[in-house]
T-cell receptor, first 113, second 108 residues
Framework: DAGVIQSPRHEVTEMGQEVTLRCKPI?????LFWYRQTMMRGLELLIY????????DSGMPEDRFSAKMPNASFSTLKIQPSEPRDSAVYFC???????????FGQGTRLTVV | KNEVEQSPQNLTAQEGEFITINCSYS?????LHWLQQHPGGGIVSLFM???GKKKHGRLIATINIQEKHSSLHITASHPRDSAVYIC??????????FGQGTRLTINP
């Protein structure tokens, strides 16, 4: 398996624009996580899904953020409208219940100017 | 106060030295993870443990549940071990809460 695949790797956008980050989990994994990493706050869980259903979205900072998982092989994290303070590295990870070790994607570095 | 505290924040050592990174937590957990983040940014899971000790190559992770403390040790450190090491505690079924990380630099 190619591992968790995220796209794009880098994104630069202007304040106010919509941003969509994409993630393809490892085939067969039933948990998918979205994390955000900043210098100030480190890694934070935004939301996670189990079998495509959102389980805990308490880490989503505000209504400008939304995440979907329409099927077992694809998830999106959308920011609309984007703001400079959203600049961070966004990681997607997946795991298989029973193993619980999470496999991380390479991350998307988002810069909002 | 953060639920997960790591020390030190930064550590510089010479090649061959024995390295210890500490992690303390203040909440009930189901497991504790050690992660490695290389300068390129990718994150790799090193260990997941809920009791005792685990060893993989030159890396050893220990946990004391009663004291809410874990340590990551690196024996015979090498410059390629230079990375950020992150402790994360698992609350409930799957939710991870992360420490701020320890930046390790091993000089040749």
């Amino acid at each position: 398996d190619a591992g968790v695949i995220q796209s794009p790797r880098h994104e630069v956008t202007e304040m106010g624009q919509e941003v969509t980050l994409r993630c393809k989990p490892i085939s067969g994994h039933d948990y998918l996580f979205w994390y955000r990493q900043t210098m100030m706050r480190g890694l934070e869980l935004l939301i996670y899904f189990n079998n495509n259903v959102p389980i805990d979205d308490s880490g989503m900072p505000e209504d400008r953020f939304s995440a979907k998982m329409p099927n077992a092989s694809f998830s999106t994290l959308k920011i609309q409208p984007s703001e400079p303070r959203d600049s961070a590295v966004y990681f997607c990870a997946s795991s298989l219940m029973g193993q619980t070790e999470a496999f991380f994607g390479q991350g998307t570095r988002l810069t909002v100017v | 106060k953060n639920e997960v505290e790591q020390s030190p924040q930064n550590l510089t050592a010479q090649e061959g030295e024995f390295i210890t990174i500490n992690c303390s937590y203040s909440v009930g957990i189901s497991a504790l993870h050690w992660l490695q983040q290389h300068p390129g940014g990718g994150i790799v899971s090193l260990f997941m443990l809920s009791s005792g000790k685990k060893k993989h190559g030159r890396l050893i992770a220990t946990i004391n549940i009663q004291e809410k403390h874990s340590s990551l040790h690196i024996t015979a450190s090498h410059p390629r071990d230079s990375a950020v090491y992150i402790c994360a505690v698992q609350k409930g079924a799957q939710k991870l809460v992360f420490g701020q990380g320890t930046r390790l630099t091993i000089n040749p």
